[in-house]
């Protein structure tokens, strides 16, 4: 006699059942003694079905405005796709200190006018003057590639 299965909408992340707002199938025990009452989970109803639709359908347009605007801002970056700062170097062409993701997005707002966080920007370590590959990413499809050129600043 094969086992009856009911089916759930999980409320939070769950490593082996799925992700929130999941249609998932289980057992009714589990269910009920586990997942319902921890409020892992509710019962699967057609209001929750439809607010789920909606829901998605309201994610679908927030995505959609962000890509058009990390769009934007690509074109804009790749634009000038060089940037130039200038630092104290020593006498070997050492900087003092270094240039950090920081300094990057400092950089690139005081050029651009435009706002990045740290966690989107990948750099190598700098310590000497030259020119870098820096790279950006703006989502988790939509990366740059920019060149940072530092120059020795003159006293």
């Not at 009856?4 to 999941?22: E, F, P, R, W």
């Amino acid at each position: 006699m094969p086992k009856k299965k009911i089916q759930v909408i999980l409320n939070s992340h769950q490593k082996d059942l799925g992700n929130s707002g999941d249609v998932v199938q289980v057992s009714p025990g589990y269910a009920r003694n586990y997942l319902l009452p921890q409020r892992i989970a509710e019962p699967l109803t057609t209001h929750k079905i439809n607010y789920l639709k909606h829901k998605a359908a309201q994610e679908l347009l927030i995505n959609q405005a962000k890509e058009k605007s990390a769009l934007d801002t690509k074109a804009q970056l790749e634009a000038i796709h060089k940037f130039s700062t200038k630092r104290r170097v020593s006498d070997n062409n050492h900087i003092f200190g270094s240039i950090n993701d920081k300094d990057m997005v400092e950089i690139i707002h005081d050029t651009t006018g435009i706002k990045l966080e740290k966690s989107q920007i990948s750099i190598p370590t700098i310590k000497t003057i030259g020119v870098y590959d820096i790279s950006v990413g703006l989502t988790s499809d939509i990366n740059i590639h920019l060149k940072l050129h530092i120059l020795p600043e003159t006293i």
